[in-house]
T-cell receptor, first 113, second 113 residues
Framework: EPEVTQTPSHQVTQMGQEVILRCVPISNHLYFYWYRQILGQKVEFLVSFYNNEISEKSEIFDDQFSVERPDGSNFTLKIRSTKLEDSAMYFC???????????FGPGTRLTVL | GENVEQHPSTLSVQEGDSAVIKCTYSDSASNYFPWYKQELGKGPQLIIDIRSNVGEKKDQRIAVTLNKTAKHFSLHITETQPEDSAVYFCAPISSGSARQLTFGSGTQLTVLP
């Protein structure tokens, strides 16, 4: 069964550094998403991406965040200058064009020191 | 935006018993109602979903029921097994959003052998 994959599984970085989180969505899906989950809290929407542009974003997704689909298979989330409060699990998800069901990857645990 | 509440926050049942988790949402025009299961250290896994034109959907031991008038939908798990132990999230999509899931705060289900 096709799955969403994410790398790395765990990223440790110093405050102020840039990080790039990578995702490979399910191959025939056209919508891509990033969500985050701070330890012990609910999953929060960050951004959705379709047809090479952002279709929705939340208040969390400020100018420090950007997304890109650099090629036909990868979808990335970049945080330009990490803050302590960016420490969280980041989940990538994808969905088909006709259906709202979203399928999540295993997540990247980001730790900002 | 959508306001989502989930009850109970924790639920313990004996193996073989049934479990019911309820999700209340605020947007009367919400049209898609999924349930996700999250095991420790993993991403949310879609287990069942329902559209607004359907009142109930079943998949083996799992069912979802929707009451649009009262603005709530529930997850029913019958004949629970220890492997059902996980955190369960509801995540409706509101009408104002194309595809943004708004997650509830989660229910920790523990199935006691």
């Amino acid at each position: 069964e096709p799955e969403v994959t994410q790398t790395p599984s765990h990223q440790v970085t110093q405050m102020g550094q840039e990080v790039i989180l990578r995702c490979v969505p399910i191959s025939n899906h056209l919508y891509f998403y990033w969500y985050r989950q701070i330890l012990g809290q609910k999953v929060e929407f960050l951004v959705s991406f379709y047809n090479n542009e952002i279709s929705e974003k939340s208040e969390i997704f400020d100018d420090q965040f950007s997304v890109e689909r650099p090629d036909g298979s990868n979808f990335t989330l970049k945080i330009r200058s990490t803050k302590l409060e960016d420490s969280a699990m980041y989940f990538c998800a994808s969905s088909n064009s006709g259906l709202p069901a979203q399928y999540f990857g295993p997540g990247t645990r980001l730790t900002v020191l | 935006g959508e306001n989502v509440e989930q009850h109970p926050s924790t639920l313990s049942v004996q193996e073989g018993d049934s479990a019911v988790i309820k999700c209340t949402y605020s947007d009367s025009a919400s049209n898609y109602f999924p349930w996700y299961k999250q095991e420790l250290g993993k991403g949310p896994q879609l287990i069942i979903d329902i559209r607004s034109n359907v009142g109930e959907k079943k998949d083996q031991r799992i069912a979802v029921t929707l009451n649009k008038t009262a603005k709530h939908f529930s997850l029913h798990i019958t004949e629970t097994q220890p492997e059902d132990s996980a955190v369960y999230f509801c995540a409706p999509i509101s009408s104002g959003s194309a595809r943004q899931l708004t997650f509830g705060s989660g229910t920790q289900l523990t199935v006691l052998p």
